[in-house]
């Protein structure tokens, strides 16, 4: 499937998610948050968690995540949190850490890259997290406004289309 057929098929089922702008935009936000920190293999589980005792829409959230976060947007959005956690917490995890990580990962294959993640540390998981949630703050208020304002518009689009319908009928 080509990447402009895939965007085309997301954005259909995005807009096709049932519920109050509201929710479709906080569930949208949250997604997205969560999307750009380094937590890919918790991804669902962390929306699911978040998004289900607030009463927002889960589908929405897991939407946004795989738009924010895909292998397209895997090596900037951890290059970028890991320049921010750096930035707030200096020296905890170096480029030649990271460097090795990833060659580690290569040779032992993405089922044991838990493992080695593991063992980078709690300064390597200290400096991406806190890369990762500073990314998330404006992600999410940024998500939330665009998608409250994209439904918000298809609604309108709908009432008015229901309202022609029902006067010519």
């Excluded at 098929?9 to 380094?38: D, W």
């Excluded at 937590?39 to 669902?44: D, V």
């Excluded at 990580?101 to 300064?123: C, F, P, Q, Y």
């Excluded at 992600?139 to 304002?149: D, E, P, Q």
Aim: charged share 15%; proline share 5%; hydrophobic share 50%.
């Amino acid at each position: 499937m080509s990447l402009k057929r895939t965007a085309r098929f997301y954005f259909i089922r995005f807009k096709r998610l049932q519920g109050s702008s509201r929710s479709l935009a906080m569930g949208s936000a949250i997604g997205a948050a969560v999307g750009v920190t380094p937590t890919l293999p918790l991804h669902n589980v962390i929306i699911l968690a978040i998004t289900l005792p607030l009463r927002v829409n889960p589908i929405a959230g897991i939407l946004a995540a795989n738009v924010v976060s895909n292998p397209l947007t895997f090596v900037p959005q951890y290059y970028l949190a890991w320049k921010i956690g750096d930035f707030f917490l200096p020296g905890r995890l170096s480029w030649e850490k990271i460097l090795s990580t990833l060659n580690l990962i290569k040779t032992e294959g993405i089922m044991d890259s838990l493992h080695v993640l593991r063992a980078m540390g709690w300064d390597a998981l200290l400096v991406m997290l806190t890369g990762g949630l500073t990314l998330a703050v404006p992600t999410g208020v940024l998500t939330y406004v665009l998608v409250f304002r994209f439904f918000a518009r298809v609604r309108e689009k709908r009432r008015q289309k229901h309202l022609l319908n029902h006067k010519s009928a």
